[in-house]
């Protein structure tokens, strides 16, 4: 017997040290990327026993997840296991085996004989501790539309492939290897919560096979057939062979020309995703975002991965730069899930960019459809397609990038056509993400303020590419992509029509209820993505020199308003996805020393922090990302600007009445109901920092001169552009008289009147005058009941309008008022636009 131990263990002795040899062999070449990032994410506790399961047998996934176990102190799977008096030859089991050298076939067995063995060898009701952690290790990650022998061949996916295939996919593709570690199971809760040893055997494999296919959707994703397949498949659609049909009689052409017809739409829209290009673009993109940016920080990323689970999932991000869908995309891939097919301009399907795109993921749409039924039924037929099929999508609802930092009103288009694809075929639900994406500095800044300042929009082209080198020379600071609380469509339709899942629905289905629930799902989104925003240095430093005079600051002073900015956003409990730099005040001011963005003027007296009038323009685009966290705090401020002291009832009642004005243009998150409670709550907040005081039921500002109410001046200031143009609208309204102007004369004689205000008082701020935020508070005024349109088309309004004017006079300071009145002109006094 004691022979015997000691040939067992002679034996365990060489197996390891064989194991050790081949493990350091495999990783000269192998390089993996694990996920989660930070596995302290997981709550392993590595003083607890733990027993591992990996996703398949085999040799290579075994050395993989035997070093990275190695490499975080943790108990090796290939280590002999003990929990007690338990005794095992090794710390892993598989959840599949195949057998087979050249073409493995799958074992069919229900449970795996190691965790068969595992339960056995416990005792019920007495605690083990055990920790069952499942691990997903893929060789090369590709879809299954790839082509071509060598793709198939080694690159990893859903078939069966011997252990000659392993080992040149290994070597092929050992750079890009991704192991993913779950969750740990629990086997004494799993045990508590079953009758018997075959019930918690049953239960742990069936929790582990969910995991495994999970993880491997979403990091090779579901079938997809290759793009000529799916082309045909289009135009032999229903919905599709009815709008040729339509075509062919409408022109007067043979049925088989139409359906050329649309088949040349289908391949202008169709992307063509390339694994090989990704594995490229991976490469290039590491490369460059180190040249470009400082760091990439993700947030919340854990909460959408939980939450994607079992979903269709619909990425929504904020479109801020042409580097939003590169950067998701890479981010997705890097940890652990299939870059989206993402829906792109028809302005990008430019020679040799577009067939890049294109095979990145990108499908292409035109601007506007509406004229063309045979395209929009190809379209539509597409994006139901593919996400019938498990394909995740990626477009920006605001329909281009916003050029001021501000979210832009959605546009419903992409979100109707995928709702009505759902409905159709209800397949799994389908979640909605909002991502935010936050810069410190914008690539396309400068044609940003040229468009912003009444230059035409210039498209597209390839020349704009040999920007490239001068983006290069510069650094762009940090980025940070912030994932949102996701919107789940099943319960947004039960909201909007609890018997929704009777209904049957068609090619052409449009009930009634689907308008107003597509418009909730488009507020959700935008809201949730200003819900989950980061404010950076820049946005500080942005808010703060911008509500100087000059843009220039005292230090000490800017010190103190940096740090009251903070702690608004911090206190007021926006949401719990909101963040704030942890920089300290002094580390910001140094930060923007050293970005360029600030320079220090020393002064006997202290020293002055100032930027120039170019950089001022750009830093309103970082001013207006965080706008949306301030407003209300900002808006209380301004209440302050001409009155000492106000009635908490009083208050109440004015931004009762600005409320919703604010609420659409930022997308705020309190209902108008809800909003005593958050003027209370704001109110409270900036007594506590020194910025109002509490005299009883009335609030009021220190006495004038103090920090306090200079303080309070300057937080007032980054909202007060906004009243003006306000007020703008009303008064051109007002001077004008009811039905005298066409809702475009409004809109012209509104952007004349801010551009002129501007000259005037040197504002440099060209979003004042942007015909976006004019349209927006128009379409308010209208949906509030304040305008309305008589039968000429006109635009009529009663008192209402007059006491909406009468109570700007208690924000906005006279000379301001009265500029704006003198400066509004008559519809007569101004040529009508060409065209």
């Known amino acids: 017997m004691a022979q015997y131990s000691r040939v067992r263990r002679l034996g365990m002795t060489v197996h390891a040290a064989w194991l050790g040899f081949l493990r350091w062999l495999l990783h000269l070449w192998v390089r993996s990327t694990i996920v989660p990032e930070d596995l302290s994410e997981l709550g392993l506790d590595p003083d607890q026993p733990t027993f591992y399961v990996l996703d398949t047998s085999a040799l290579t996934s075994l050395l993989i997840a035997d070093q990275i176990c190695?490499?975080?102190?943790?108990?090796?799977?290939?280590?002999?296991?003990?929990?007690?008096?338990?005794?095992?030859?090794?710390?892993?089991?598989?959840?599949?085996?195949?057998?087979?050298?050249?073409?493995?076939?799958?074992?069919?067995?229900?449970?795996?004989?190691?965790l068969r063995q595992l339960l056995e060898r416990t005792e019920p009701g007495k605690p083990s501790g055990i920790q069952v952690v499942p691990i997903t290790v893929l060789i090369g990650r590709a879809p299954e539309n790839e082509a071509g022998f060598f793709k198939v061949l080694f690159s990893e996916n859903w078939d069966l492939?011997?252990?000659?295939?392993?080992?040149?996919?290994?070597?092929?593709?050992?750079?890009?290897?991704?192991?993913?570690?779950?969750?740990?199971?629990?086997?004494?809760?799993?045990?508590?919560?079953?009758?018997?040893?075959?019930?918690?055997?049953?239960?742990?494999?069936?929790?582990?096979?969910?995991?495994?296919?999970?993880?491997?959707t979403a990091?090779?994703?579901?079938d997809r057939s290759h793009r000529r397949t799916l082309v045909e498949t289009v135009i032999k659609s229903e919905v599709v062979q009815a709008a040729v049909a339509a075509r062919a009689r409408r022109d007067d052409i043979p049925h088989a020309r139409a359906?050329?017809?649309?088949?040349?739409?289908?391949?202008?829209?169709?992307?063509d995703y390339?694994?090989?290009?990704?594995?490229?673009?991976?490469?290039?993109?590491?490369?460059?975002?180190?040249?470009?940016?400082?760091?990439?920080?993700?947030?919340?990323?854990?909460?959408?991965r939980e939450n994607s689970a079992g979903h269709e999932v619909v990425y929504v991000p904020c479109h801020r730069s042409h580097i939003d869908y590169l950067l998701l995309s890479y981010l997705?891939?890097?940890?652990?899930?299939?870059?989206?097919?993402?829906?792109?301009?028809?302005?990008?399907?430019?020679?040799?960019?577009?067939?890049?795109?294109?095979?990145?993921?990108?499908?292409?749409?035109?601007?506007?459809?509406?004229?063309?039924?045979?395209?929009?039924?190809?379209?539509?037929?597409?994006?139901?397609?593919?996400?019938?099929?498990?394909?995740s999508l990626e477009y920006f609802i605001e329909g281009t990038r916003s050029r001021t930092g501000r979210l832009l009103p959605p546009r419903a288009g992409m979100l109707s056509i995928t709702v009505r694809a759902f409905l159709r075929?209800?397949?799994?639900?389908?979640?909605?993400?909002?991502?935010?994406?936050?810069?410190?500095?914008?690539?396309?800044?400068?044609?940003?303020?040229?468009?912003?300042?009444?230059?035409?929009?210039?498209?597209?082209?390839?020349?704009?590419?040999?920007?490239?080198?001068?983006?290069?020379?510069?650094?762009?600071?940090?980025?940070?992509?912030?994932?949102?609380?996701p919107i789940m469509l099943n319960a947004l339709l039960d909201a909007h029509r609890p018997d929704w899942k009777q209904e049957s629905f068609g090619l052409d289905s449009k009930p009634p209820w689907l308008p107003g629930m597509i418009d909730d799902l488009a507020n959700r989104i935008m809201v949730n993505i200003n819900r989950s925003s980061h404010v950076n240095p820049v946005n500080l430093l942005a808010i703060a020199l911008l509500a100087g005079r000059k843009h220039a600051l005292d230090e000490s002073d800017l010190q103190r308003l940096l740090e009251l900015l903070k702690s608004l956003v911090g206190g007021l409990a926006y949401s719990d996805r909101v963040t704030v730099t942890d920089m300290p005040a002094e580390q910001i001011i140094e930060y923007g020393l050293e970005m360029g963005l600030v320079e220090r003027h020393v002064h006997r007296l202290g020293s002055i922090i100032r930027t120039d009038a170019t950089t001022a323009v750009l830093l309103t685009y970082f001013r207006n990302n965080a706008a949306h966290l301030l407003a209300m705090s900002a808006w209380i401020a301004c209440c302050f600007l001409n009155m000492q002291r106000i009635r908490r009832s009083r208050l109440k009642q004015l931004t009762a009445t600005v409320y919703p004005f604010l609420r659409r243009e930022l997308f705020l998150p309190w209902d108008n109901d809800d909003i005593d409670?958050?003027?209370?709550?704001?109110?409270?907040?900036?007594?506590?920092?020194?910025?109002?005081?509490?005299?009883?039921?009335?609030?009021?500002?220190?006495?004038?001169?103090?920090?306090?109410?200079?303080?309070?001046?300057?937080?007032?200031?980054?909202?007060?552009?906004?009243?003006?143009?306000?007020?703008?609208?009303?008064?051109?309204?007002?001077?004008?008289?009811?039905?005298?102007?066409?809702?475009?004369?409004?809109?012209?004689?509104?952007?004349?009147?801010?551009?002129?205000?501007s000259l005037l008082h040197q504002f440099e701020a060209p979003e004042f005058y942007d015909r976006t935020l004019f349209k927006q508070f128009i379409q308010s005024l209208t949906e509030s009941g304040i305008l309305g349109r008589n039968d000429d088309g006109c635009l009529v309004f009663d008192q209402r309008l007059e006491g909406f004017a009468k109570d700007a006079r208690l924000i906005l300071d006279k000379e301001v008022r009265h500029a704006i009145i003198q400066v509004t002109p008559d519809a007569l006094e101004v040529e009508p636009p060409k065209g």
Request: charged letters at 25%.
């Open 219 to 222: 990091a090779i994703g579901p």
């Open 259 to 271: 359906e050329d017809i649309a088949r040349g739409y289908a391949r202008e829209i169709a992307a």
């Open 70 to 114: 190695r490499q975080q102190g943790w108990h090796q799977p290939s280590r002999e296991f003990r929990a007690g008096e338990v005794r095992m030859t090794r710390s892993y089991a598989a959840h599949r085996r195949y057998r087979g050298l050249f073409i493995r076939t799958l074992q069919r067995r229900r449970h795996s004989a190691m």
């Open 274 to 304: 390339s694994y090989t290009l990704i594995r490229i673009a991976d490469m290039l993109l590491t490369w460059f975002w180190n040249r470009i940016y400082r760091g990439v920080e993700v947030k919340h990323f854990r909460a959408f």
């Open 677 to 757: 409670e958050v003027v209370d709550r704001t109110a409270d907040l900036m007594v506590e920092l020194g910025l109002l005081r509490q005299s009883q039921d009335r609030l009021q500002r220190a006495p004038g001169g103090s920090n306090e109410t200079y303080y309070l001046r300057l937080l007032a200031n980054t909202m007060v552009q906004t009243f003006e143009r306000y007020f703008i609208t009303v008064t051109v309204l007002a001077k004008n008289g009811s039905g005298c102007l066409t809702r475009q004369q409004l809109e012209q004689l509104c952007i004349l009147s801010a551009q002129r205000i």
């Open 161 to 216: 492939g011997g252990r000659l295939r392993r080992l040149f996919t290994t070597v092929f593709n050992g750079r890009a290897t991704m192991v993913q570690f779950g969750q740990p199971l629990m086997l004494d809760d799993i045990r508590d919560q079953s009758e018997d040893e075959s019930q918690a055997l049953a239960k742990l494999s069936r929790m582990l096979r969910v995991h495994f296919k999970s993880v491997r």
């Open 425 to 485: 075929a209800q397949n799994r639900p389908v979640m909605f993400q909002p991502v935010y994406i936050g810069y410190e500095q914008l690539a396309e800044g400068n044609s940003y303020i040229s468009e912003l300042s009444g230059r035409q929009k210039k498209p597209e082209s390839l020349s704009d590419f040999r920007n490239l080198i001068n983006i290069l020379r510069k650094n762009y600071g940090e980025v940070t992509v912030s994932f949102g609380e």
């Open 332 to 391: 997705l891939y890097y940890r652990g899930f299939v870059p989206p097919h993402i829906a792109a301009g028809v302005n990008l399907n430019m020679p040799v960019i577009g067939p890049l795109l294109r095979r990145g993921g990108a499908f292409f749409l035109r601007r506007s459809f509406r004229s063309q039924p045979l395209y929009a039924a190809v379209f539509n037929q597409y994006v139901s397609l593919i996400l019938s099929r498990g394909v």
